[in-house]
Every structure is written in C-alpha cells, then in structure tokens.
C-alpha cells in the first residue's frame, strides 16, 4: 500500500465550477500536510500548508480528518488557469523529507 | 528571500556517460537538502537527504550517489548511467524537519 494515496483523474471540470480532491495517507504518526501543485514539465510548488482546524487561501479550501487519515482540497470558481496536478504532501515522524503522493490532474475547460 | 538554483535543464547523456548535477540554495544557511526524481506519469521518488556538509542519507539502493561539498551545494553525481535513470531530477530544500520544501527548476534527463 502506498504511504500516500490519490486518485490519479483526469477531473474535467468547466470554468466556475468546484472541484474537490481527496487524499489518504497510512501513516497515523504523520505531522505536517501540504498540497503542492504541479504544472506540465515544471517543478512542483507549495500550493497550501493544510492545518487541523483547516484553512482557506481564496478559493481554496484545505481539511485534514486525522481520525480517518485524509486530507482534501476544495476548489471553488475553477480558472483555465488551474488547471494542473495536484499533489498530496506528508510528512511522517521518523522520515527525513516529505512524501509526495502521485497527483491528481485537473483539467479546467472553458 | 531564499533561492533555489539547479542546472541544467536539460540533458542528453548516452549509456555508460558519468552524470553531475548541481543545486546550490541562496539566502538560508544549513538548510536540509534533498534530490527526488520523478518518472513519466509518476510521483516524487526521494533519492538522497542531507541534513549537513558531507552528511548524506540514501532511500533507495541505484546507480546513483550524492555529495554536499558546501553548505548550500548538492551534487547528483553517477559513474556510468544506465537507460533507467531517465526521469526528472529535483532538488530541493526546508527549512526544517517538519516544514515545507522548495524545488529548484529540475533537470529532465534522457539517456540514450
């Protein structure tokens, strides 16, 4: 089983619309949440720290549910612009770096 | 503000060709280091750590090494390469154990 589990999509979604990922991780001693986003050919980039009581960046909206081990990430009002992979970020005590799950590609049409 | 730089960002090496990449940070000291590489259609794959000068951790047993000669400086380094270390090579740097990381450009590696 892998340590960080999303589906890999493709969601294609219309401009306007909200879209929801969702992400498990299987390690309960797991500490810090991120997601991180990821466009064609580029390096991956902090999109959001995703904290215990959930936190909001404009249009996007991160929870964490430590009882069941997952995280999720809520995007409202879709640009073209988001369209990219969304990657799901763990990081687990007695690991030294982050955990990256394989992604989830959105695809925002107009 | 912090920095990351990696080169090059693309490379064409044949079978059997030694490899060197760089990353050098700018605007933090002592921070952790990483090199992940990422395969077509796949997710991050955690190469080497190294929390300090000449201090480097391995995950997975290949055909690859590291080194970290200066503070902010971290070389991907193989002797001979082999057509399975194509991918996409990623550097990156936190500044902590538990705190977010930072990715350089990436270097997209084809052997032939």
Redesign the interface.
Known sequence: RKEVEQDPGPFNVPEGATVAFNCTYSNSASQSFFWYRQDCRKEPKLLMSVYSSGNEDGRFTAQLNRASQYISLLIRDSKLSDSATYLCVVKSTGRRALTFGSGTRLQVQP | SQTIHQWPATLVQPVGSPLSLECTVEGTSNP?L?W?RQAAG???Q?LF?S?GIGQI?S?VPQNLSASRPQDRQFILSSKKLLLSDSG?Y?CAW?GG??????????T?LTVV
């Not at chain 2, 154990?97 to 990436?106: D, I, L, P, R, S």
């Open positions: 952790n990483y992940y796949r997710g991050l955690l750590y929390v951790s995950e996409f990623l936190s154990v538990n705190t977010e990381a930072f990715f350089g450009q990436g997209r």
